[in-house]
């Protein structure tokens, strides 16, 4: 899939129904210039609406899975930046799972995001849901530490 493609995908997410105001979220103040929560607004748009409508039938979840898988095929540093935000937040125990993998497996690159967003754990901007999908800052700081642990650990093994 090509960049134009995948922004094209995430363009349909950010205006599509499952994306309305009555999914109950709002990121900040709804005002973010920076590309990297660009990327990963769409993502928690659906997260949230995923969590609200947990159990019920539609195409929020099939939504969330494209929308992160498109952040995995992107290998520019705003997508690198948009994931490790991601990492603050629930978006559900495989694809958090997934998510990590995902950093780690980007490497070496990824540590001083890593550390970027752990030194601002609590001062992410809001993100409001009918449930809470932020992470406490004790668990993200947790996530975070491992990913860097995980890529230096990586790093230090001799090849065979």
């Known amino acids: ?15 599509s129904s499952v994306l309305h105001p009555s999914a109950g979220v709002h990121v900040g103040n709804g005002t973010h210039s920076d590309p ?3 990327l990963a607004t769409p993502v928690l748009k659906l997260a949230c609406a995923s969590r609200v409508t947990e159990g019920a039938v539609g195409s929020t979840e099939a939504d969330l899975d494209r929308a992160l898988d ?3 095929h992107r290998g520019d540093a705003t997508a690198d930046e ?3 935000i991601l990492m ?8 958090g799972t997934d998510l990590w993998e995902n950093v780690v497996d980007r490497g070496p690159r990824m540590i001083p995001l890593l550390k970027k967003y752990k030194t601002r754990v ?6 409001k849901c009918k449930t809470r999908i932020r ?9 975070l530490d491992s990913a860097i642990s995980a890529i230096v650990g990586a790093e230090q093994k001799p090849s065979t």
Do not use: H, Q
């Open 70 to 72: 498109a952040l995995f």
């Open 122 to 127: 609590n001062s992410l901007p809001s993100v």
């Open 36 to 38: 990297a929560w660009a």
């Open 1 to 15: 899939m090509t960049s134009s493609a995948l922004l094209l995908v995430l363009g349909t997410l950010l205006s």
């Open 88 to 95: 603050n937040f629930y978006i559900g125990e495989s694809r």
């Open 135 to 143: 992470l406490t800052s004790e668990s993200a700081t947790e996530a």
């Open 82 to 84: 948009a994931l490790v």
